[in-house]
């Protein structure tokens, strides 16, 4: 076995100091905190988020404002169809105040074919004579409302259908 008498033990060398790691480790630092800085300011450019459309009220001229009933003439036989005509004024709101030009689109129930209304300056939406159907076998349903504004979020709800 040949002994290489130039190999020192690290352990019990006094000169060998690792110099380089702090110089490293300060240039890792500087970099990420010029890279969260480049980040912060790309994120300052993005702008305010928009106004929330919060939430919507619904008065179908019912005790509950949150439920339509649909009754059937003659009973509420579950296998027939049902269907009823009613009255809807759907009010949007953000925050404490309306919300005047939002356009209100409603969906499901037979509501398909249904034109999206605007909201007045009151930020109330009319819908007159509106036909609200279940299918046979149906004891229940919903009217999917969906409320959008430029520079607000979009707000979707329901509203409740139940075979009387």
């Known amino acids: 076995m040949i002994k290489n008498r130039s190999i020192r033990r690290f352990s019990k060398d006094r000169n060998a100091d690792i110099l380089g790691m702090?110089?490293?480790?300060?240039?890792?630092?500087?970099?990420?905190?010029?890279?969260?800085?480049?980040?912060?300011?790309?994120?300052?450019?993005?702008?305010?988020?928009?106004?929330?459309?919060?939430?919507?009220?619904?008065?179908?001229?019912?005790?509950?404002?949150s439920q339509i009933t649909v009754t059937v003439p003659g009973g509420a036989d579950i296998y027939q169809p049902a269907s009823a005509t009613v009255n809807l004024v759907i009010t949007v709101w953000a925050g404490d105040s309306t919300v005047a030009g939002a356009t209100i689109s409603l969906t499901g129930s037979g509501t398909e074919n249904v034109l999206p209304v605007k909201t007045?300056?009151?930020?109330?939406?009319?819908?007159?004579?509106?036909?609200?159907?279940?299918?046979?076998?149906?004891?229940?349903?919903?009217?999917?409302?969906?409320?959008?504004?430029?520079?607000?979020?979009t707000h979707t709800g329901q509203i409740l259908v139940v075979r009387g």
């Open 22 to 65: 702090p110089l490293s480790l300060f240039i890792i630092i500087i970099v990420t905190v010029l890279a969260l800085g480049i980040l912060i300011s790309w994120f300052s450019l993005v702008g305010d988020a928009p106004d929330a459309i919060d939430n919507i009220s619904v008065n179908s001229g019912q005790a509950d404002p």
């Open 120 to 153: 007045a300056a009151d930020g109330t939406a009319t819908f007159n004579n509106l036909a609200i159907t279940l299918a046979p076998n149906r004891a229940t349903g919903a009217v999917k409302v969906k409320c959008e504004k430029k520079d607000f979020t």
